[in-house]
């Protein structure tokens, strides 16, 4: 089902609302809610109702705002642990940011986009800043482009075929045939960069955490304001994060 498609099933609308809710940790209202998912508002009334007597969805009572609940936090740090990302993956992500003075970040691959799920900030004044549970574009980003190089064959062809090239930078790739090149170039070098192509003024790099089978379980990134660190500063740093994600191939679950 595409994401403008509305559930046809009670379950499915609830898990739309949810899901829009946890990509609004600052609130949302009932009439965005029902914009937002197609859902009538009567029925997003009652369905988030439902989640926020499960603790799954918080309401503002002044502002009439709702928000994720501590439990839907207490399971996605549940989440987490299942998949290492927390007691396993931040410590490494720690002693990177240690040798890099930048900011670190890991993620997934999750449909046409990549999910956000650790970040390391760095120690200088500006710096790059992320938020955990947020999605990002693949075609823009170092660790997108990453994730599409060390993505099964069937599945990196079908998403280099699929992936929306917006132009979100001043040097986002928007031809199909430079970014099949620029993830078969990733491919062969074990890593990717982006030179403002998500954000003006931000560099970034990213290696491949690999499975057994040489697939990408995640990826992990250093990522700098211009200003500080060139592509080839970046391109530097690459050993530090492959001697990192050598190790989290390792000790992570491989799902």
């Known amino acids: 089902m595409s994401s403008t498609e509305v559930p046809s099933d009670v379950v499915g609308r609830a898990i739309r609302l949810l899901v829009l809710v946890g990509e609004h940790p600052h609130g949302i209202t009932l009439s965005e809610l029902s914009r937002a998912s197609g859902v009538p508002v009567s029925t997003a009334h009652r369905l988030v109702n439902a989640l926020c007597r499960e603790g799954l969805v918080d309401v503002e009572t002044a502002g009439k705002r709702y928000k994720p609940g501590l439990r ?141 089978d040489g697939t990408a379980l995640a990826c992990l990134s250093t990522a700098a304001p211009a200003f500080r660190r060139s592509v080839d500063d970046l391109v530097a740093l690459v050993p530090v994060l492959q001697e990192a994600a050598t190790e989290l191939g390792v000790r992570l679950p491989a799902r």
């Open 72 to 212: 839907l936090f207490q399971l996605g740090q549940q989440a987490g642990q299942v998949y290492g990302f927390a007691g396993t993956a931040l410590p490494v992500m720690r002693r990177v940011t240690e040798r890099t003075e930048e900011a670190t970040l890991m993620s997934v691959l999750d449909g046409t986009r990549h999910l956000y799920v650790h970040y390391v900030d760095g120690p200088l004044p500006v710096g790059v800043r992320s938020e955990p549970g947020r999605h990002g574009p693949l075609h823009c980003t170092s660790m997108g482009k990453v994730l599409m190089a060390f993505a099964p064959e069937d599945v990196r062809a079908d998403l280099l075929e699929r992936v929306e090239l917006t132009p979100y930078g001043p040097n986002s790739i928007t031809d199909r045939d430079l970014l099949r090149e620029d993830v078969l170039r990733a491919a062969d070098r074990g890593y990717s960069t982006a030179d403002e192509e998500h954000h003006a003024g931000l560099r970034a790099v990213a290696v491949p955490i690999l499975r057994p």
